[in-house]
């Protein structure tokens, strides 16, 4: 099985019964610390420094509530 390196594209190979899900390995080709991870039955690689970065930027959005006013005055 070959599973492609998210970082260089370069395809590992690897062997399927012997790298289990959350395995770290390492690309031979550009040396990305990668994590073995699995979507379905499918498995690939993910870069291991992205590791759940529950780092939310909150924006302080101001909102402006226009009044808008609607009068019609209908005089005849
Ligand atoms: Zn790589």
Redesign the pocket.
């Known amino acids: 099985m070959e599973l492609e ?1 998210p ?4 395809l590992i190979e690897l062997d399927e019964e012997e790298i289990e899900v959350g395995e770290e390995i390492e ?1 031979p ?4 610390l990668l994590v073995v991870v699995k979507r379905g039955r499918k498995m690939y690689l993910k870069p291991a420094e992205e590791e759940e970065e529950e780092e939310y930027v909150e924006d302080e959005d101001e909102i402006d509530w226009e009044e808008v006013e609607e009068e019609e005055e209908e005089t005849f």
Not at 7 to 10: F, K, N, P, Q, R
Not at 29 to 32: I, N, V
């Open positions: 390196c970082v260089c594209g370069a690309c080709e550009c040396g990305a």
